[in-house]
């Protein structure tokens, strides 16, 4: 991939378009073109995951490798939507689309009872005489109506949970895809081009043996939506490890790892590669959000001691005020700036965020966290301890300081500071009752300590984003007085941990104003409809594994 590509954004000038491209703009996310650097995302696709079950809310169909009864009652933040790498932790989908600056964000799971639309049907497409659709789908999709931009309310069949915003990608996930009369094999799954829907199949999990699931759909189906064809001119020649070639000739990863290790490799890799031109049309879909950058710094002071007494003495007409001898304790302190959002959205700001401490440190009771810029925008500050559900501190054995703003929240150009007292971990590690054991004797830790041992900052954002970053830095070896230790960690929105799902709330989230959930016809302006586009993947034959199976 090239150092670069290019990204657009809002918050850059404008600049002049000929009249062949100015409906590009019309429709994106973005109204200039900026760089998105090498390791960055400077974009995101919404996603809202639908599991489809019988009437009655049984035999759901799966989203994950866990089980073939899918469970999206039980679901939580951190449970695995597709593959998850188990070694790593890292989302397949996210790691393929984060080679080219794009992210996924998913909605919290949603249930569909209708036994009708467990299994859809592809069939030939009539309206068009070429290509493949299904009927099925475009009622459970709510297709065509969505390509207008308009989200049925109510919908048909009614109580179909899709987002209620157009541009945010409606992902079903279903018992069986069936293939078109006079053909047979395994369908995986099945997505509109240039528009908003996919279907993921169970087979694309629990495919029928000797075949293996198919790490990679997911990811693939996104970029059908996201206008991109098996061998269209931003596939020439459809070469086997490309993302978007057909399966019957794609190089299929053997596992979660391998896909994992594919993406992070060069576009000579084997397999899961998304080329320049690919990723560079991409950039003009409705379907895309940009990613704001907010960065956090966290710091450490020279002085060593905080005291902890003060005595008030007067001579002679004088008081003064001086520290009480031997009431000084080690200083904990750790100091944060958080800045404002910068190349988001028109007028985007932060409205929350967390900081995340993983075990082998934590907050020291006695040195709680002080704002010292912007205070008067924080509602609320409170600690909490990490449980795969709860919604603000997911990750269990973690301990998170949660920080709201008050509205509009912090925008670009203002930072929040504030200092929060970190320790090593005890052995009980309790922080309700804290004891000379539990705490480590009140050691601090080094920047050093805190990044090896893991902090994050999770930025919530006020188009509905919710997005986490590591803080890292370099150094040397730490030595008993923080010899060597880093100047700074640092954690920026556009670098975010692949080990963190990215999330939207739906609460919050808005969609680009003006954009629909396509990249629009250069003549019209507007989306062509899924009825006459058709489907993609609804050939057997072409989703075939290569080396046999179907």
């Known amino acids: 991939m090239a150092a670069f590509r290019l990204r657009l954004n809002l918050n850059s000038a404008l600049f002049l378009l000929s009249a062949a491209s100015a409906w590009l703009v019309t429709n994106s996310a973005f109204a200039a073109v900026t760089a998105c650097p090498a390791g960055s995302v400077c974009s995101y696709v919404a996603v809202q995951p639908i599991v489809v079950c019988a009437n009655n809310g049984t035999g759901c169909a799966p989203f994950n490798t866990s089980s073939k009864i899918g469970n999206p009652g039980a679901a939580t933040s951190t449970t695995p939507i597709g593959f998850v790498d188990t070694a790593s932790g890292k989302d397949v989908t996210r790691a393929i689309w984060n080679q080219v600056g794009i992210d996924v964000a998913w909605s919290p799971i949603r249930q569909y009872n209708n036994t009708t639309y467990q299994t859809l ?251 010292t810029s912007n205070g008067r925008l924080v509602t609320d500050a409170e600690y909490d301890r990490g449980g795969s559900r709860d919604r603000d501190c997911p990750i269990a054995h973690t301990k998170c300081l949660i920080v709201d703003l008050t509205n509009p929240g912090l925008p670009q150009f203002q930072d929040l500071r504030f200092s929060q007292g970190i320790i090593q971990s005890g052995n009980g590690d309790d922080e309700n009752a804290p004891t000379a054991a539990d705490d480590g004797g009140k050691q601090p830790v080094c920047l050093a300590d805190l990044a090896a041992a893991g902090i994050t900052i999770t930025y919530r954002f006020s188009d509905g984003l919710v997005i986490t970053s590591a803080m890292t830095g370099a150094g040397g070896t730490v030595g008993p007085n923080c010899a060597g230790d880093p100047t700074l960690l640092t954690a920026d929105s556009q670098q975010p941990t692949p080990t963190v799902r990215t999330q939207i709330d739906p609460g919050v989230f808005t969609s680009v104003q003006n954009s629909l959930p396509c990249t629009l016809d250069v003549e019209s302006s507007t989306c062509t409809p899924p009825s006459r586009t058709g489907g993609q993947d609804g050939d057997p034959n072409q989703e075939a594994q290569p080396g046999g199976g179907g």
Not at 256 to 265: H, L, V
Not at 340 to 353: A, H, S, V, Y
């Open 121 to 371: 049907k592809v069939i030939n497409n009539t309206a068009t005489g070429t290509g493949l659709t299904s009927s099925d789908f475009l009622s459970l999709s709510q297709q065509d109506a969505i390509s207008t931009g308009v989200v049925p309310n109510p919908t048909n069949p009614a109580g179909v949970p899709v987002a209620s915003q157009a541009t945010v990608v409606n992902m079903f996930f279903v018992s069986s895809l069936v293939p078109p009369p006079g053909t047979s094999g395994t369908l995986y799954g099945f997505s509109w081009l240039n528009n908003n829907g996919i279907a993921v199949g169970s087979s694309t999990f629990f495919p029928p043996f000797p075949l293996t699931p198919r790490f990679d759909t997911l990811a693939h189906e996104l970029g059908h939506n996201l206008a991109l064809d098996h061998t269209d001119v931003y596939n020439p020649g459809a070469p086997s490890n490309d993302l978007l070639t057909a399966g019957v000739t794609r190089t299929e990863p053997k596992n979660t790892s391998t896909a994992i290790a594919d993406a992070n490799a060069t576009p000579t890799s084997p397999a899961e590669q998304v080329n320049v031109a690919q990723s560079g049309h991409v950039d003009f879909s409705g379907l895309l959000n940009p990613i704001a950058s907010s960065t956090t710094t966290a710091s450490k002071t020279t002085t060593t001691t905080m005291t902890t007494g003060l005595a008030v003495t007067t001579a002679g007409g004088l008081t003064s005020i001086a520290a009480v001898p031997g009431m000084t304790k080690p200083n904990t302190s750790i100091f944060f700036d958080v800045f404002g959002p910068i190349n988001g959205r028109q007028d985007e700001t932060l409205i929350g965020l967390t900081l995340t401490l993983y075990p082998g440190v934590k907050f020291d009771p006695s040195n709680k966290v002080h704002f």
